[in-house]
């Protein structure tokens, strides 16, 4: 490898180059590939995703959304126009650590859904979700 100095010269380039862990790009790679992109909560993009049963239940979902997002967690509502089947089977493809689905029962009793490792456990209150996710996506120390 060579490169033509101002004076017409050819010369060869010198690169210093020190990394602990390699390229950040290479890093993540491994990541991705030893967690085969499911990665442990703490360090998912995307720790839960709420799922509203039927529309009538986006406003109460967007409700939870903001109180796990208050509480450190990084949240999205899934609120497309497709069945509560395919939106959970959406999160789980992604590999979301929780789902929370939300439907009349949980908007009567403030609770929700939670899916969690494959586990759904239902009419768990919304407070009590909320530290179990908490709880769960904290890094590890």
């Not at 490898?1 to 790009?25: F, Q, W």
């Not at 890093?27 to 995307?46: K, N, Q, R, S, T």
């Not at 409700?63 to 990084?74: F, N, P, T």
Request: hydrophobic share 40%.
């Amino acid at each position: 490898m060579e490169y033509t100095t101002s004076t017409n010269d050819r010369d060869r380039p010198v690169m210093i180059h020190c990394a602990k862990l390699g390229s950040v790009e290479r890093f993540i790679g491994v990541l991705v590939e030893h967690y085969a992109g499911a990665f442990p909560c703490w360090l998912a993009p995307v720790q839960a995703t709420v799922v509203p049963v039927a529309d009538r239940h986006n406003d109460y979902g967007a409700e939870v959304v903001a109180e796990l997002r208050s509480a450190g967690i990084r949240a999205d509502l899934d609120d497309h126009d497709d069945t509560v089947g395919e939106k959970i089977r959406r999160a789980v493809t992604r590999k979301h650590p929780a789902v929370l689905v939300v439907g009349d029962d949980d908007v009567e009793a403030s609770s929700v859904g939670l899916r969690v490792d494959g586990e759904e456990t239902r009419g768990v209150p919304r407070a009590e979700a909320i530290r179990r996710l908490v709880e769960r996506c904290a890094p590890p120390r």
